[in-house]
């Protein structure tokens, strides 16, 4: 099984940003869905944005307009973008491929999963 590795996470104050960095085989470009996931202690792993094959994204309402998953096909790279952190941001971040159909928030539908990296965020 492909392995993803995620890269960028750190420990930023309220209000900073950070950019995640997942590569991903130039293959999946087009043909699977991408997306990122986020996990904070104690709490379920939720969906933070998606990106499908025509490039449509979704986000989940608490990080709209402050994340941006975004694909840069020239270095076979899928980012997030993360502005104006806050404390509730805090949690370790998975980013996710699948080349099945369904809702993106479903977890079981995704192939491919990194191990995460950790994104902490201090008041």
């Known amino acids: 099984q492909a392995q993803l590795v995620e890269s960028g996470g750190g420990s930023v104050q309220s209000g900073g940003s950070l950019r995640l960095s997942c590569p991903v085989p130039?293959?999946?470009?087009?043909?699977?869905?991408m997306a990122w996931f986020r996990q904070a202690p104690g709490k379920e792993r939720e969906g933070v944005a998606f990106?499908?094959?025509?490039?449509?994204?979704r986000y989940a309402e608490s990080v709209k307009g402050r994340f941006t998953i975004s694909q840069d096909k020239a270095k076979n790279t899928l980012h997030l973008q993360m502005n104006s952190l806050d404390p509730e941001d805090t949690a370790m971040y998975y980013c996710?491929?699948?080349?099945?159909?369904?809702?993106?928030?479903?977890?079981?539908?995704?192939?491919?999963w990194g191990q995460g990296t950790q994104v902490t965020v201090s008041s």
């Open positions: 996710a491929t699948t080349r099945r159909f369904g809702p993106w928030l479903r977890q079981d539908l995704y192939d491919y």
């Open positions: 990106v499908d094959r025509d490039g449509t994204t």
């Open positions: 130039a293959y999946t470009w087009n043909t699977y869905c």
